[in-house]
């Protein structure tokens, strides 16, 4: 488990007594709230922010430190996608929901080359209250009623939508259910009963697969993405950072994070010319170049960067997180080209980042 670190909340966040969506809220923090980050269970965080101690949803939070932030990350750099399907629920049902995430939390496996997968063995062939499980609306006989350890089909429907399209992968069991269901269409049901039905298939290509299945309560998805896990991690290549023509070099080396592009900030801003300043008391950062100045008042747990521009101040939102990386405060590629007027361009064959100036 990472150790403690310091993390922000990138929007409003309900912190919950537990690690699970039918928890009470004790508090709501506000955006841009600095916390720090103690465990993870389930998708939750477990925060401490002020006299607060509780958790909340791990899509809510970001943690500056990008490599601890990987740790917490259970899809690996060196994992190759494959497959992904989502379904959609509501929030009105938090046991149905709970049910739905421990599941998915309990069938986030590797399948080995040659080896199978077992819905119910994975979730421990049984629904009561005693093993975790939460009453919700489940189907028996064709008809709906309560009964323990409803959403479990949806997530086991989740899991075969995604894994079906995956070459030699060889289905073992695949139930329907009594009567369609609304999440996936009936071909894609793939119905749990413990001791009746089950899910599985087993894995015939030549190397292992990562199951992965993640609750998104802001969104209300269900999502089920399956990566080709390799023997080896591969190094992750570098993106190339090209200025008016020029490659640029930093101590750092730039880094791709969530899909934009970050590179040290100090390194960048003064290479364009900035004089850069850092204060220690107040953590400000500024970067000055005659009459324009930009200034992250928080520095790394800035959510806004002030400019200024001949005398004239404005308040400018970061359109993207910044991280902490090596010590180093990096910002992302494009957020710096809005700043200072540059166009950026990315180059996907090169893996390249173009910054030029917009006329």
């Known amino acids: ?75 690996k750099p060196n994992y190759e996608k494959l497959a992904s399907y989502a379904t959609m629920f509501s929030a009105s049902d938090p046991n149905r929901n709970y049910n739905m995430e421990r599941g998915a939390y309990m069938n986030q496996v590797i399948v080995k080359s040659g080896a199978s997968f077992s819905f119910n063995k994975n979730t421990g062939n049984s629904t009561t209250t005693a093993n975790g499980w939460r009453e919700s ?3 028996v006989d064709s008809v709906r ?11 086991s429907s989740t899991i075969y939508s995604a894994v079906k399209q995956i070459p030699r992968i060889t289905i073992l069991e695949r139930n329907p259910h009594s009567v369609p269901v609304g999440y996936v269409p009936r071909a894609n049901e793939a119905m749990i009963n413990y001791g009746t039905s089950d ?81 220690d008391t107040t953590r400000a950062t500024q970067m000055t170049k005659g009459a324009v100045e930009f200034i992250l008042e928080k520095g790394v747990n800035s959510t806004e960067i002030i400019s200024v521009k001949n005398g004239v101040r404005k308040t400018i939102p970061l359109s993207y997180p910044i991280y902490l990386v090596s010590n180093r405060t990096m910002m992302a590629i494009r957020m710096i080209g809005e700043l200072i007027g540059y166009d950026v361009s990315w180059n996907q064959a090169a893996y390249t980042d173009t910054l030029t100036v917009m006329h």
């Open 145 to 155: 009623t309560k009964g323990v350890g409803g959403g479990l089909c949806q997530v």
């Open 1 to 75: 488990m990472p150790a403690a670190t310091k993390g922000v909340t990138l929007q409003a966040a309900n912190v919950r007594s537990g690690a699970g969506i039918f928890y009470s809220v004790i508090k709501t923090l506000n955006a841009g709230t600095e916390l720090t980050v103690l465990a993870k269970e389930l998708g939750w965080f477990k925060i401490t922010a002020g006299s607060t101690t509780g958790y909340t949803y791990n899509t809510m939070v970001k943690i500056y430190d990008a490599a601890i932030a990987a740790q917490y990350n259970p899809v």
């Open 199 to 279: 899910f599985r298939f087993r894995n015939d290509n030549s190397f292992g697969i990562f199951v992965c299945t993640l609750t998104d309560f802001n969104a209300g998805t269900l999502t089920c993405a399956v990566y080709r896990v390799d023997p080896a991690p591969r190094p992750a290549p570098v993106p190339k950072i090209v200025i008016d023509g020029t490659m640029v070099s930093f101590e750092v080396a730039p880094q791709m994070i969530n899909d934009n592009v970050y590179v040290e900030m100090r390194s960048l801003f003064e290479y364009l010319g900035y004089t850069v300043t850092y204060n």
């Open 137 to 139: 609306i489940i189907l």
